[in-house]
Nanobody, 124 residues
């Protein structure tokens, strides 16, 4: 079993930066893929970014390319999501998710481990 805990979400202004963290514990594996998803009010969960833990291959949604960066710290079993140039449309609950397969996928159903989420609010 893998436990994921997100942190870092808060209220910010348009154009601000923020860094989200996802700390993993339990039976982790270097073969896992970890992704960030977000869900805004009235909308479905959308994939934001993903990373292959071992190889470091990354995926970004078009809406965040050039603004968000996903990275990992092997020693801390933590995945980060630094976010720059935040926009009101980035407002959502951000979730960290993991799957026991090295391939990064964008469909939520493929991820079996989820954190509780952290709220990011970008005010204009």
């Amino acid at each position: 079993q893998v436990q994921l805990v997100e942190s870092g979400g808060e209220l910010v202004q348009v154009g601000d930066s923020l860094r989200l963290s996802c700390a993993a514990s339990g039976r982790t594996s270097s073969s896992y893929a970890i992704s960030w998803f977000r869900q805004a009010p009235g909308k479905e969960r959308d994939s934001v970014a993903g990373i292959n833990w071992h190889g470091g291959n990354t995926y970004y949604a078009d809406s965040v390319k050039g603004r968000f960066t996903i990275s990992r710290d092997n020693a801390q079993n933590t995945v980060y999501l630094p976010m720059n140039s935040l926009k009101p449309e980035d407002t959502a609950v951000y979730y960290c998710a993991a799957r026991s397969n090295p391939n990064v996928l964008t469909t939520p159903a493929w991820y079996m481990y989820w954190g509780q989420g952290t709220q990011v609010t970008v005010s204009s």
